[in-house]
T-cell receptor, first 113, second 112 residues
Framework: DSGVTQTPKHLITATGQRVTLRCSPR?????VYWYQQSLDQGLQFLIH???????AKGNILERFSAQQFPDLHSELNLSSLELGDSALYFC????????????FGPGTRLTVT | GQNIDQPTEMTATEGAIVQINCTYQ??????LFWYQQHAGEAPTFLSY????GLEEKGRFSSFLSRSKGYSYLLLKELQMKDSASYLC?????????????FGAGTRLFVKA
């Protein structure tokens, strides 16, 4: 158990819908990172927040957005869902803001039908 | 741009040694990580190299050559539980902050 929690574990929804994935970092960690992992693309970096502020953006679609709240938990919002958005979404946390030694949560498996 | 290459699959025998190679190209290299990921589970941190040379941690060692854009992960005394994917990841520092770029992973099968 890494200490990072993610909810829900599984999510099944239809195309065009909107979902919110939630992540709580390890106690004391200020950084939250979001990743998408699909079978054909490996682990793709989406976005990084540090202490409530956006620090870095990867290949995140405009239909996706995220935020980190004052209590340091983070949410990833996915809208206008497409079949290709079906994937495992991981969040990770670390103490500092440079990406060193990230602890990954168990992931949310999103299935878009 | 950024590019990370590692073999798709490898097979090795229990008790043996295996070396998983990784080559990378990135404009703002700032460290290389290895993560282990069992099927359906989250990646777990194994090692970090930022300077050239070998870092040893128990049965696992990781090597880095920045001039060659090359790293390897060495697993000794292989156990069945080492069957997993091994992800090479590069930390890239750009104008937009630090990004961790992952390779597609190498699936290691350990056979008896």
């Amino acid at each position: 158990d890494s200490g990072v929690t993610q909810t829900p574990k599984h999510l099944i929804t239809a195309t065009g819908q909107r979902v919110t994935l939630r992540c709580s970092p390890r106690s004391g960690d200020l950084s939250v990172y979001w990743y998408q992992q699909s079978l054909d693309q490996g682990l793709q970096f989406l976005i990084h927040y540090y202490n409530g502020e956006e620090r870095a953006k990867g290949n995140i679609l405009e239909r996706f957005s995220a935020q980190q709240f004052p209590d340091l938990h983070s949410e990833l919002n996915l809208s206008s869902l497409e079949l290709g958005d079906s994937a495992l979404y991981f969040c990770a946390s670390s103490v500092e803001g440079t990406g060193y030694e990230q602890y990954f949560g168990p992931g949310t498996r999103l299935t878009v039908t | 741009g950024q590019n990370i290459d590692q073999p798709t699959e490898m097979t090795a025998t229990e008790g043996a040694i295996v070396q998983i190679n990784c080559t990378y190209q990135t404009s703002g290299f700032n460290g290389l990580f290895w993560y282990q990921q069992h099927a359906g589970e989250a990646p777990t941190f194994l090692s970090y190299n930022v300077l050239d040379g070998l870092e040893e941690k128990g049965r696992f060692s990781s090597f880095l050559s920045r001039s060659k854009g090359y790293s390897y992960l060495l697993l000794k005394e292989l156990q069945m539980k080492d069957s997993a994917s091994y992800l090479c990841a590069v930390r890239d520092r750009g104008t937009g902050g630090f990004k961790t770029i992952f390779g597609a992973g190498t699936r290691l099968f350990v056979k008896a």
